[in-house]
């Protein structure tokens, strides 16, 4: 009688920080710093010299968390700056021992090794980018610099044109300050909840311009919850539902009450018009999302906007609602914020059939026995 034997579990790598490091990034020093990395990853710390495979850290360097993601898949690899170690995956006890002592006397590495001066770059599949994620020497005079490193390793590579290029700085320094004042990332996103849920308000009674200056505040806020998390180590799940459940719950509010503001500044529409706009807004935002649910189910949880350049570069301006913002200020701007709403429906209908078109071109790529794979994973 055949008997089936269950996979052996395979226990997570141990992470070692090597040497000591008095100098606090984000509130942490480097070993409580290398701690949450490790976690976060699925890896576990460890304090003491063991046999096996280890994960080994230089307490003198910050690095990006997506380093020791990328080090603990490559058993052998060894990352150097100025040819001393500063994180290596070292296959057994004696490689460790080797490394360990490398870092200890600031000495060239004992394996070959990748030098972070020549460029290396990796996908970061969660921000949707590839980039060489920094490395820096921690010290009192690099804190600030490493701080900003940090900061913008942690923004998306793929995402609107507000959040990539209008208010990184401003999400910047308020980070700064949540961490200094050790917020955690959800009194953030409380934060911003509140000012949404006013934004709703005042876009109700038509007033619009209050509406836009507290739902800018809580943009930004929405940025910057999230850099706190990356930079701070300090992700949950329930971070993670409460801040993306709030984005995807509330533009829908916004865009309803926007029309039944417009009451108040005598340019209500009639009937027909209010449910043809809100069934072009309302219903593309929920065909947008469907379609991409579809694509990364499809396609390996791919998400559909990194799939081609155009696809990243369309993601800048596509049917959300921080472009949507735009196309509403500049109604607002002239007066016109009825035409500005349905200037919103219009880019809506187009945003989800441009998605629609590249739904079905992905499948006819795959019913083709092609692949699907991302030019962020070819560079």
Known sequence: MATSVAPATIPPIPVECVGTNPVRLWGMKMRKRV????????????????????????????????WLRYVAEEPGFVLT?????????ARD??????????????????????????????ENKALRKRETPFVMRLTRDTIRDIERASYFGAYKGVTDVLTKYLWPEWALVL???????????????????VLCVAATFAFAWGHYWQGMALGLGFMVLDTVDGKLARCTITSSKWGNVFDHGLDLVHPPFWWWFWATGLATW?????????WWVQGAIQGGYLVQR?????????????HIHVWRRFDSQFRLITSRR?????????GTLFGRPDLGLIAVAWWTAISCTVHAVRLVQAERVRARGGTITSWLAEG
Do not use: C, W
């Open 35 to 66: 701690r949450r990395i490790a976690n976060a990853s699925g890896l576990v710390y460890a304090d003491a010299p063991a046999p096996g495979p280890r994960i080994l850290t230089n307490a003198d360097f910050a690095f990006d968390p997506s």
């Open 81 to 89: 700056v100025g040819g001393v170690p500063v994180l290596a995956h």
């Open 93 to 122: 006890a004696d490689e460790a021992a080797a490394i360990r002592s490398a870092i200890e006397e600031a000495s060239d590495a004992p394996l070959p090794a990748v030098a972070f001066e020549d460029g290396p770059t990796i």
């Open 175 to 193: 980070t700064r300050i949540a961490a200094r004042l050790k917020m955690t990332p959800n009194q953030v996103t409380a934060i911003g909840a």
């Open 266 to 274: 005598g340019l209500a529409y009639d009937t027909a018009t209010f």
């Open 290 to 302: 469907l379609i991409e649910g579809v694509f990364m189910r499809r396609n390996g949880m791919m």
């Open 322 to 330: 921080n472009p949507n913002m735009v196309i509403l200020f500049v």
